[in-house]
């Protein structure tokens, strides 16, 4: 009993494969490979093998056939796909193609469509060329899309670079025309690691002179003139900013 229940709950996930059917259900005889998945409730078409020449789908739950899914089946000498719900819409263009091409291997019936209903109980090879014209405008409409996406995405990439660029090869001038009270060189504090080397250095340059500090005293100058050719030919060499005092 127990035995029994564990066999058959093996198969069902076997059968849930596609790769598990062909193993089960396939049968080679000197005239080819014959695949036969009728009646399996099957909602998508098994991977099959180039060397099939017989193909047994009717009775499933096929909504549509993956495009070239079966370009690769040369040797195809009979399929049988009557018996499934197709939906007919752009994804059947590819089986009505195929279909029309291969009549000659097709049996068992017509496979029709099920939806939408305006061509229910339709021949999938009875749609003709003006009912996926739409298909054809949503593709060529997908591909407009695509590229004017891809060329914006370049572009804003080449902006970026060049930006990036711009801003590494630019010179800033701080014109100091006035004088302002309590500036100090603090106020050229930057958070960048390169940067904290010209602030530390200007910090002890302020601790051993007080002279660093702006001041409105008309007698006092506004800052040491030994030290300021030094901070601005650093700034300038190191730093490509350029302070022009006035």
């Known amino acids: 009993g127990r035995t029994s229940s564990r066999t058959l709950d093996l198969l069902e996930m076997l059968l849930?494969?596609?790769?598990a059917i062909l193993l089960l259900?396939?049968?080679?005889?000197?005239?080819?490979?014959?695949?036969?998945?009728?009646?399996?409730?099957?909602?998508?078409?098994p991977p099959l093998s180039p060397d099939t020449t017989e193909l047994y789908l009717q009775d499933n739950q096929l909504f549509t056939v993956p495009s070239g899914?079966?370009?690769r089946l040369q040797d195809l000498r009979r399929v049988t796909l009557s018996g499934n719900p197709f939906h007919c819409d752009c994804g059947i263009l590819?089986?009505?193609?195929?279909?029309r091409r291969n009549w000659a291997v097709v049996s068992g019936g017509v496979p029709t469509c099920a939806s939408p209903s305006g061509v229910a109980h339709t021949a999938i090879t009875a749609l003709n060329d003006a009912?996926?014209?739409?298909?054809?405008?949503?593709?060529?409409?997908g591909w407009v899309y695509d590229t004017m996406v891809g060329v914006m995405l370049c572009g804003l990439i080449g902006l970026l670079l060049w930006g990036l660029r711009l801003a590494k090869n630019s010179t800033f001038t701080l014109d100091i025309d006035q004088r302002h009270a309590g500036l100090e060189v603090d106020s050229l504090r930057s958070l960048k690691p390169k940067h904290r080397r010209i602030q530390r250095t200007l910090s002890e340059e302020r601790e051993n002179s007080a002279s660093l500090?702006?001041?409105?005293?008309?007698?006092?100058?506004?800052?040491?003139?030994?030290?300021?050719?030094?901070i601005?030919?650093?700034?300038?060499?190191?730093?490509?900013?350029?302070i022009k005092t006035i």
């Open 16 to 19: 849930g494969s596609g790769i």
């Open 131 to 141: 009912y996926f014209s739409s298909c054809a405008q949503r593709s060529c409409a």
């Open 69 to 71: 899914h079966f370009d």
């Open 94 to 99: 590819f089986l009505r193609t195929w279909l």
């Open 213 to 230: 500090t702006w001041t409105n005293d008309p007698e006092r100058p506004l800052i040491n003139m030994e030290i300021l050719p030094q």
């Open 232 to 242: 601005l030919d650093v700034l300038h060499k190191k730093h490509n900013i350029k």
């Open 25 to 45: 259900l396939a049968t080679s005889s000197p005239s080819g490979l014959q695949v036969n998945c009728s009646s399996m409730s099957l909602m998508e078409v």
